[in-house]
């Protein structure tokens, strides 16, 4: 039985319609994607390079491409549910915009093809078997989340010279976050001198008394994980960040504009165009099996000049000088 139900589940996958196949001619394929806000307007800074990826492509919305959108706002029973509406929908290919997202329609289907965006760590995830070789339905690009710990830990110091105690703030419901991110950066931390502590925050009301106590146990600085409620609740954190004086570090260049201090790490945007060429590869045929993971080539490093002067932070010249980009 187990032999005649693993024959059965191959030869499903091998023939559903979206897994590996191009489209038939004349049909309009249409595009699940799945959020993590609640609305299209909190979703603007991603969906905009996203349908901008499939323009330069030549598709027309609505006319050769068609989008099913979810907006599950943070909560996990929505994320499964509409995961599965999208399924139910018969959806032509899944763009998970989050690490939930990610993980629910992993739970909702294995046949149709699900192209990851921004996501931090696929394989430790176990979203894919490999980076060079996903071996599923599941591929996309990767931010390097994890990977980036570390070097995010160093450009801290060398911002705050003189900072000996750094927050690590991360969300439990994204799986093994605080506890791999803490053990990654412990070796780095003892080498440079540095104590470093988790802090778990997992709802936005939970933000301000976490940071009250960073800021009661002196801490200098908090690093910002990469996760969609932190990215959601930005200029909060930024509000925190002021009203307690800690300079922040951020995962991306878009919490700058909110009013964090410092960031660095891949250029999001870029990575959600760039997902429409995934998306365009498996409709023409592609298998997402045999689609390796892309990972992002270019980093950014940005220093919010306002921000730390708020805090009364002097960052040192030489450090601003090797910045991408310096915002005043």
Same mark, same amino acid.
């Given at each position: 039985?187990? %032999?005649?139900?693993?024959? /059965?589940?191959?030869?499903?996958? $091998?023939?559903?319609?979206?897994?590996?196949?191009?489209?038939?001619?004349?049909?309009?394929?249409?595009?699940?994607?799945?959020?993590?806000?609640?609305?299209?307007? @909190?979703?603007?800074?991603?969906?905009?390079?996203?349908?901008?990826?499939? =323009?330069?492509?030549?598709?027309?919305?609505?006319?050769? #491409?068609?989008?099913? @959108?979810?907006?599950?706002?943070?909560?996990?029973?929505?994320?499964?549910?509409?995961?599965?509406?999208?399924?139910?929908?018969?959806?032509?290919?899944?763009?998970?915009?989050?690490?939930?997202?990610?993980?629910?329609?992993?739970?909702?289907?294995?046949? *149709?093809? *699900? /192209?990851? /965006?921004?996501?931090?760590?696929?394989?430790?995830?176990?979203?894919?078997?490999?980076?060079?070789?996903?071996?599923?339905?599941?591929?996309?690009?990767?931010?390097?989340?994890?990977?980036?710990?570390?070097?995010?830990?160093?450009?801290?110091?060398?911002?705050?010279?003189?900072?000996?105690?750094?927050?690590? $703030?991360?969300?439990?419901?994204?799986?093994?976050?605080?506890?791999?991110?803490?053990?990654?950066?412990?070796?780095?931390?003892?080498?440079?001198?540095?104590?470093?502590?988790?802090?778990?925050?997992?709802?936005?009301?939970?933000?301000?008394?976490?940071? @009250?106590?960073?800021?009661?146990?002196?801490?200098?600085?908090?690093?910002?994980?990469?996760?969609?409620?932190?990215?959601?609740?930005?200029?909060?954190?930024?509000? $925190?960040?002021?009203?307690? %004086? #800690? =300079?922040?570090? =951020?995962? =991306?260049?878009?919490?700058?504009?909110?009013?964090?201090?410092?960031?660095?790490?891949?250029?999001?945007?870029?990575?959600?165009?760039?997902?429409? %060429?995934?998306?365009?590869?498996?409709?023409?045929?592609?298998?997402?099996?045999?689609?390796?993971?892309?990972?992002?080539?270019?980093?950014?490093? /940005?220093?919010?000049?306002?921000?730390?002067?708020?805090?009364?932070?002097? *960052?040192?010249?030489?450090?601003?000088?090797?910045?991408? !980009?310096?915002? !005043?």
């Amino acid at each position: 039985m187990r %032999r005649r139900e693993f024959l /059965v589940g191959i030869a499903g996958l $091998l023939l559903h319609p979206s897994f590996g196949i191009a489209q038939p001619a004349g049909s309009v394929p249409v595009v699940g994607v799945l959020w993590h806000a609640g609305s299209a307007e @909190e979703e603007k800074d991603f969906a905009t390079p996203l349908r901008a990826g499939f =323009a330069d492509l030549g598709y027309i919305e609505g006319k050769t #491409i068609k989008f099913e @959108e979810r907006f599950p706002a943070e909560q996990k029973e929505l994320f499964d549910r509409m995961a599965t509406e999208l399924v139910d929908a018969k959806v032509n290919v899944i763009v998970a915009g989050s690490i939930p997202a990610a993980l629910a329609a992993q739970r909702a289907t294995s046949l *149709i093809p *699900i /192209v990851l /965006v921004a996501n931090p760590d696929p394989v430790g995830l176990k979203l894919v078997a490999s980076l060079s070789r996903p071996g599923g339905n599941i591929t996309g690009l990767s931010s390097m989340g994890f990977d980036l710990a570390v070097k995010r830990l160093e450009v801290v110091r060398e911002v705050i010279p003189a900072a000996s105690r750094i927050a690590l $703030l991360v969300n439990p419901y994204n799986p093994y976050d605080g506890e791999r991110q803490a053990s990654e950066l412990l070796p780095s931390a003892q080498k440079l001198g540095l104590v470093i502590k988790a802090f778990e925050a997992k709802h936005p009301e939970q933000l301000q008394p976490v940071i @009250e106590q960073i800021a009661a146990e002196k801490f200098d600085a908090i690093i910002i994980t990469q996760n969609a409620m932190f990215y959601n609740e930005r200029k909060r954190l930024a509000q $925190l960040g002021r009203a307690y %004086r #800690i =300079a922040t570090m =951020a995962p =991306a260049d878009l919490f700058l504009d909110a009013g964090a201090v410092m960031s660095y790490g891949p250029v999001w945007s870029a990575m959600f165009r760039n997902a429409a %060429r995934y998306v365009d590869k498996i409709l023409k045929g592609a298998n997402p099996a045999e689609l390796p993971v892309q990972q992002p080539t270019q980093f950014r490093f /940005v220093i919010n000049l306002k921000a730390a002067k708020a805090i009364d932070l002097e *960052i040192p010249p030489i450090v601003v000088s090797r910045a991408d !980009e310096v915002m !005043e």
